[in-house]
């Protein structure tokens, strides 16, 4: 059973920056694609950015050239970058994966193509 662990949200001024972290463990995390997603109150889960088992990304066009997606894969975590944060990425912030990739560099924004969810943490942008 893979489970996921959000943590580093908080509160934050526009312009700044906060790195969101997500522990895997129950699965070989080398062996998942997985995903950044975020939802704001009202609104429907969107994706952020999706990594492929081959490391392969998407990026939605409203983070672009902003957020950042990396890896450690001897720490099993999987870390969401976000620089020049606006009010509009207020969000819970969500880490996801799917086990049943169906091929090694899939990667999508689906929301409802991945498996296990963490908990979320909460990311509040004033402006």
């Known amino acids: 059973q893979v489970q996921l662990v959000e943590s580093g949200g908080g509160s934050v001024q526009a312009g700044g920056s906060l790195q969101l972290s997500c522990v895997v463990s129950?699965?070989?995390?080398?062996?998942?694609?997985m995903g950044w997603f975020r939802q704001a109150p009202g609104k429907e889960r969107e994706g952020v950015i999706a990594?492929?088992?081959?490391?392969?990304?998407m990026t939605a066009d409203s983070v672009k050239g902003r957020f950042t997606i990396s890896q450690d894969n001897a720490k099993n975590t999987l870390y969401l970058q976000m620089n020049a944060l606006k009010p509009e990425d207020t969000a819970m912030y969500y880490c996801?994966?799917?086990?049943?990739?169906?091929?090694?560099?899939?990667?999508?924004?689906?929301?409802?193509?991945?498996?296990?969810w963490g908990r979320g943490t909460q990311v509040t942008v004033s402006s």
């Open positions: 996801a994966a799917l086990e049943a990739s169906p091929a090694y560099r899939f990667r999508t924004l689906n929301p409802y193509a991945y498996e296990y």
């Open positions: 129950g699965y070989s995390y080398s062996q998942l694609a």
């Open positions: 990594v492929a088992r081959s490391g392969t990304t």
